[in-house]
Each structure stands twice: as C-alpha cells, then as structure tokens.
C-alpha cells in the first residue's frame, strides 16, 4: 500500500492462520523478495499481547528479530494455537543466505500505526504499515 | 478525515483546535507544500499529536512534513514535564538518528584524481547495509552498557577520535539519565554487533564540496569555505534503538489503558513523564540515544582513517575536525520560556532539528556568536544545506527546526518512475559516485522521491527558524 515514506501491507485469508501466514510471506517479500525459505532449522514461539491486532504487530516483530540476530528465515508455519491474545506456533524455515536472497529493504518494524485486523463471515483481513 | 487547514501568512498555517484536540496545529509550510500534504495523512498526524495530555503550545510541523506513524515525521510537540507524557511514538523507531559534518583542509580538485578510490575505501572500511559489520570490533556486554551509558565520550576514550570532537556534538555526545539496565537483553542483543554500522534506507555516508557559501560570518565560524570538501553521516542507533522503541510500545498500550489516555491512533501511546513507565522509558531512550552518538563517532574514526591512507596525508594535515552532530529523533527535558514563563518541557522531535540561537548555554563556545550549527541533508543527487539556530526558534517551535528533504514520492512510485533506467550511471554522469548495498534501496532513494530541500530551508529562513550558512553538493554517496 502506498505510505510516503514507509510500507503499507495489506493481507487477507479465509482463517486467523492464513491471515498471519500472509502477513508473514509480505514481511518477508518487502525484506528479501517472494523467497520459499525450506529448510531444517526449526523455530518454536509461544506469544502473547492485549488483543489480535497487537498479536499480529507482536509476531511480525518477533520474526523480524529472530531474522536479525540469528538469521531465521521461516519457511513453513503451524498454528499450534492462535486465538485473541495468544499463539503458539511451530516454524521450519532457512538460516538466512544473503547470497541466495540478497536484502531488498531493511524493515525497522512493524508498527501500531493504523493497524486494523478485521473479519467477516469467511474473511480475515489486517492492515500493517511497516516503518523502513 | 478532513483536516482544516487556515493560512496564516505565507509559511504559516493553522489546524483549528477542535474535537479532542487539546491545543491547535502549527505548519511551517509554503502553498505548494500544504497542497501535497492533503493527499496524505501527516496533516491528520499534526492534529492527533494535539490530542495528547499535556501538550504545551501548538503541535508544530517543519517544512519538511510527511506522512509517518503516529506522529508526522517532521513533527514536534513539547509536552510538560510534571503534567505531560512522553510518547515513544514521538521519537521512532530510529532512536537519535542524526547527522554529523567534517570539515577538512581538502579541496574538491585536490581530491578529484583520487574520489573513486576514496569512495570504495569507505565503502569498505564503513559497514553498509543489513548485517555488515566490523570485524575488530567486539563488544563484551560490560562494554556496551558502558556505550549506553556514556555515548560517544566512550568512543573517544576507546581511541576513535578526540576530546574536541565531544564539545561539537549535541549534549556532548552524552545524554544523561541513561540506564542499561533499563534496555532489554534482546535491544542489548541487537546492538552488539550494529555499533559502528551505516545500516540502510535513508542513512548514508556522503563526501561533499562547499558549492556556496551565504553567511560569511556563520562560515567563517564553521570552518566553511567554498571549493572545501566535507564529509556527512547520517545513522542512528541501528537495532538497538528500534528494539527499545517496540519494547516501550508494548509498556506504553498498557499504560495508556491504566492512566486512561485515549488515543487516535495506537502508535501514540504514552504514559506520564513522571509516571514509572514515562521514567523507563526515558532512561532507555538515552541509552539507545547514546549509543547512536557512539555509532557516528565509530564511524568519524573510520572516515578519518581511510582519507588518511587513500591520500597518503596525516590527521594535521587533513584538520578533519568535526563540525557538529545533532539528533532529530529524539526527546529531550529542555527549559523554554512560555507566555513570559519559565518551564520545564518533554521536548519530542520527530524528524525535527534542535536549533538552539546564538548565545544560548547549550550551544558549543565556537558557536555562540552565531548559533547551534542545523545539518539539513538533502537527496543524493542535489544538495544538502547547513543552518544556525534562530532567535525565532526559541519562540515559535522550542528550538527547533526541519531536519531534511522530507519524502514526495513513496517508495513503489520511486521505484516505478525508475524503471529501465540505470541511476548509477546517471548519477555518475553528474559527477556523483554512488556505492550501495541494497538492491532497492537507490531506486527508492532517487533525488525525484524527495522535496527539494532547498525549497524546505527557504520556508525555515523565511520563517525565522533558521539561517541558511553554506550548500553542499554531493561528490561520492556510500549507501546500505
């Protein structure tokens, strides 16, 4: 989405999971393109905030710095449990190779700024702006 | 929503105080400016800022207003230090992220034969770009609670760079209050090995010649002459700063739900100044603002280093003293005289400049004839401007001034207006050499996504925000 001077991501999906599974693949294509990051490291997260919005904003940041200091790139996601306030998930991904995906764009955050996570009948949808 | 927007002459204008605003908005603006700003939401941004508790005068916007989050960037709002809040979202992300000036002996002839070289020196020598860093540079935990703590005085006493150089930076290079142990282990995690890192976006590394000189008088005192060559940084405090800003939103929703403070917009949220939260995350803040100071004085030794090796001259010969440093992101407890009265205020500057006049106690004693020195950087292929503080400053915005271009183009219109086009080399064609890691990030960066900055600084020295010293123009760009 268009942002002066930073990123707007604008995702959906049929349930709570492919909501944040696409918000996820959009992080990831704003930092390093469209990448399928297989691989065998494997990463348990257990995560908490006050509503979903907040939760979303929490795991977007989350795996921004398990990128940044241990050069996780996730790959798969499991949704052990995603409800409200709280998740816990299962990821496979790739230890980052910046040969192999060289960085497209430093993202310093996810932010709060006119978060929205919204949903209807069959549809989950969530607004994020990332600031770069 | 609809902002409204009233003229008040020609670079002021007004947002009316209405709804939950708790205090009007004030643009520093020309016409052509305010026309832009409605297609966006900074004007929005300006009129939230005022909701905030607290707010004392006008939430104010320089000329180089735009869109952020939560606050404008470009923003500055001074809240009051026993009744007010701090708001993370007023400082950002990039804790401190400033810019410091060189000057030096050179002059852009005696350098010319040599400028490529030069460039790829820094280029090596300066870690650009995600996840370069140095490799003798490691930090022990204990060291770098000592940087947060004592900023770029831990720099100099570490052998990077000298005692003069702490008298030309905002603060002296340290804010105090600072307390590691406020700083989380994951912000501390993320620091260790991004001191003395460029980093990417918006921050670079430019070498630069004086192309005109407006203020003789103010040059004079800078060191600036024309045909001089100079060198800018622009960083921040890298992951550090951004870890201990996602950490304080976490603490701040929270408190804003305990201390009943509704918000416009999340990215607001804030506590009490003198709340334990409002305390925290001050303590922090300085830390990650130290270490930023500490950051571009790494990088100032380095600088000095490669001009020294690539020309074959010593530190005497070359004089590259440092000008001065400034933050523009940043809170800072300043006194300021409101309506005739003396307060103390949590001053917020988002993409704002401090510009302290002449004769103020914080201005270095080379200065205080003319005034705090303002870098102003501009894009890569125009020009970037040095300021002095201004008697007016003091009266209308707290001290404080625009602190860049400002953006015009988001970054997928940049990236669209350059396709098929090969910026490098066009760039090289004007005489500017560009050095970048990122694939995106000099399609995103072009000159046409930003305002002309000197049409910003107009606006400022029209205004009485500011008085414009000396141009500088690009020669050689070092981007991450």
Known sequence: ME?????????????????????????????????????????CLELQASCVEELLVTWLNELLVRFEIEGFLPGEITFVQLEEQRLRARLSGARYDPARWPIERQVKAATYHLLQVEHSLDTWRATIYLDL | MSVKVQQIDTCRWRIPREGAMRSEGLIFANAGMIERLQREKALEQVANVATLPGIVGPSLAMP???????????GVAAFDAEHGVVSPGGVGY????????????LSREEIAPRLAELADTLYHNVPAGVGSQRRDLRLTLHE?????????????????????????????????????????????????????????????????????????????????????????????????????????????????????????DKQLCCAPVQSPEGEHYLAAMAGAANFAFANRQLITAWVRESFERVLGKGPAELRMGLIYDVCHNIAKLETHLVAGRSRRLCVHRKGATRAFPPGHPETPAAYRQIGQPVLIPGDMGRYSFVLVGTPGAMDETFGSTCHGAGRLLSRHAAKKLVRGRNLVAELAQQGILVRATGRATVAEEIPEAYKDVAEVVEVVEQAGLGRIVARLRPLAVIKG
């Open chain 1, 3 to 43: 942002h002066t001077a930073d990123i707007g991501i604008r995702c959906w999906g049929p349930t709570p999971d492919e909501l944040f599974r696409e918000a996820t693949g959009a992080l990831i294509e704003v930092m390093v393109g469209p990448v399928c990051a297989a691989g065998n490291e494997r990463l």
């Open chain 2, 64 to 74: 180089d207003i735009h869109w952020g989050y939560g606050f404008p960037i470009g």
């Open chain 2, 94 to 105: 990039d804790i401190n992220c400033g810019v410091r000036l060189l000057r030096s002996a």
């Open chain 2, 144 to 264: 770098e609670k000592q940087v947060l703590r004592r900023g770029a005085a831990w720099a100099v006493d570490a052998g990077f760079g000298s005692a003069e150089d702490l008298e030309h930076i905002e603060a002296g290079g340290t804010l105090p209050g600072a307390d590691p142990e406020r700083v989380s282990e994951r912000a501390l995690a993320r620091g260790r090995s991004q001191l003395g890192t460029l980093g990417s976006g918006n921050h670079f590394l430019e070498i630069q010649h004086v192309d005109r000189v407006f203020a003789a008088d103010a040059a004079e005192a800078l060191g600036l002459y024309e045909g001089q060559i100079t060198v800018s940084i622009h960083t921040g405090s890298r992951g550090l700063g951004y870890q201990v800003c996602d950490d304080s939103l976490h603490t701040m929703l929270q408190a804003s739900r305990k201390y009943g403070i509704s918000l416009p």
